[in-house]
Every structure is written in structure tokens, then in C-alpha cells.
């Protein structure tokens, strides 16, 4: 098989991935169920044990920058805990991987399965466990994406309540609707308002963990305490704020974009130049040789 096909192949299988991929974004969210709540709940409160925390000398910077990706992610779990996890793996899967590689020679240690396999799949899990920051920050970044967005709707509804005698609260509900990736915060936020605004409203912005949710939240507590028209006009600069953002996360899609195709563009082009021009350059070649 030559480098083109299987470059062909290779960037054939990633747009199948990506077809795939969206194809599942694309399918209705499913309500959360009363269990999945108390696994979220167990995996928040676990604690890793302290003699284990010291065994694989885990840094306390360490575990807080990977918090932060986490709550930024939507993640909800212990950061020492989801950190330890990944280090004992990172342990299991070389053993995984040397047992593989003993294999070639005495099968009976990986059960009699192909070593090759076992390799492979080893080698797979360690660069998923090296480079997992690298994920969690593309994830994050993909979130926030669609927070600004949905905030960037929920904004615009509530300054087409501007001149309504509603409260906030039933301003905010009526805005539920538009609402799908952070349906259920802001179904919280909803639920708590008259138990205390402000601490509803701070939940609803450690629950989302973003930069634009903290600013949202700033401006529903500002519009709490006095929905005047000088705070929707607030409520508009905020709205361009994530405007921009949005549109700078549209441009560099459409630059990734423009990159694939122009790689996508160019294979036919090398194809023609393999099947039409390298006969003509071969028997050049043989030609010069000929003559020295």
C-alpha cells in the first residue's frame, strides 16, 4: 500500500469519526435518572486515601489546576481521587504492555491472545492517560463554547422582556425552554430562587464553572436588585461580549476546515503526479544511471 492511500484511508476513517461523532451530538438528551445522581454524588465526595496520595506523589498544585479543567469540563468529581485513578493506570496498563511484549515468547501471559493486540492496546490507553489534559482542555473549551451560546439566547430573551412587569424569576422561566445543554442547572437556579437569589445565582455560576457564566450571573444579580434600564443596557454589551466569542469560535472552525479540505484537495493531485509524472521520472533516473 502506497503513502497516499494510506493517507487517504487515514483522513477517511477521521471524517467517518467526526460524521459519527456529530451524528450522536445530534440525538435528544436523555433525563437524568435518580441513580445517576447518586454515582455523580459518590464519585464528588470519594476522598483517596492518604498514605496512597503520598505513594504516588501527587502535588497539591497539581490536583487544583486539574479541578479547575474538571469543573470547567462539567466533571464533578474529586481531582485527587480522578488523579490517582489515572497514575495507577498509567501503572496497569505498562504491565499490560510488558506482559505483551513477554508474550512474543511464552503466550500463557496474556491468556493466549495476541500479543500484538495487547500491545497495541496498551500503548492506546497510555497516550489517551499522557496526553488527558490535552482532552479535558478541548472539552472545556467545547462546553463554554456551548454555554455562550445558550446564554448567548437566554440573554437575548430577557432583553425581549425589557418592558414587562414580570419578575425576574418569571422572566428567567419562561427562558427555560431555549435552555438544553445546561437545562438542569438552570433548572436548579430556578428551583432555589426563592430559597435566596444570590446563593442561587452563585451555585448556578460554580455549577457551570465558566468565565461567561460568572459574568452572566454578575448581571442577573444586578438586574435582582434593580431592574433598571441602565442594567439591560449592560445586558446588551454583554450579549456582543459573547457575540464575539462566538464568532471567533466560528472563524477558527471554518480555518480547520479550510486546512482539511486544502489536504483533501491536494491527494488527487499527488495521485495524478504518482500514476502519470513518476514513470517519466523512474525512467529518467534509469537513463542517468545508464550513462554514468
Not at 23 to 48: C, H, I, N, T, Y
Not at 134 to 156: N, T
Not at 251 to 272: H, Q
Request: net charge positive; charged share 20%.
Amino acid at each position: 500500500m502506497s503513502r497516499i492511500q494510506i493517507i487517504f484511508h487515514v483522513l477517511l476513517f477521521a471524517l467517518l469519526m467526526m460524521a459519527v461523532y456529530h451524528g450522536f451530538m445530534l440525538l435528544p438528551v436523555r433525563a437524568k435518572r435518580w441513580r445517576s445522581f447518586e454515582v455523580l454524588r459518590d464519585l464528588k465526595e470519594a476522598q483517596l486515601p492518604p498514605w496512597l496520595f503520598k505513594l504516588l506523589r501527587l502535588r497539591l498544585k497539581l490536583v487544583e489546576e486539574k479541578r479547575q479543567l474538571l469543573l470547567g469540563c462539567g466533571f464533578r468529581v474529586n481531582a485527587a481521587l480522578y488523579e490517582g485513578t489515572k497514575r495507577l493506570l498509567i501503572c496497569a496498563a505498562l504491565l499490560v504492555g510488558g506482559a505483551g511484549y513477554i508474550a512474543l515468547k511464552h503466550p500463557m501471559f496474556t491468556l493466549n491472545m495476541e500479543p500484538a493486540y495487547v500491545m497495541a492496546a496498551a500503548l492506546c490507553m497510555l497516550i489517551f492517560l499522557f496526553f488527558d489534559k490535552k482532552v479535558l482542555v478541548q472539552l472545556k473549551a467545547k462546553r463554554a463554547h456551548r454555554i455562550v451560546r445558550e446564554i448567548y439566547v437566554i440573554s437575548h430573551h430577557l432583553l425581549y422582556y425589557n418592558d414587562s412587569r414580570m419578575s425576574l424569576h418569571a422572566k428567567l422561566s419562561l427562558c427555560a425552554a431555549q435552555t438544553r445543554s445546561i437545562r438542569m442547572q438552570f433548572g436548579l437556579l430556578l428551583n432555589e430562587w426563592y430559597q435566596g437569589a444570590e446563593a442561587a445565582i452563585a451555585q448556578f455560576k460554580i455549577r457551570l464553572g465558566t468565565d461567561e457564566a460568572h459574568s452572566f450571573g454578575e448581571t442577573l444579580n444586578a438586574l435582582r436588585l434593580n431592574e433598571h434600564a441602565d442594567y439591560y443596557e449592560l445586558l446588551k454589551q454583554r450579549i456582543q461580549d459573547y457575540k464575539e466569542k462566538m464568532d471567533l469560535v466560528r472563524d477558527s472552525r471554518k480555518e480547520t476546515v479550510s486546512y482539511v479540505l486544502f489536504v483533501l484537495a491536494g491527494l488527487p493531485i499527488l495521485n495524478t503526479f504518482r500514476v502519470f509524472m513518476y514513470p517519466w521520472v523512474a525512467e529518467g533516473q534509469r537513463l542517468f544511471h545508464g550513462i554514468n
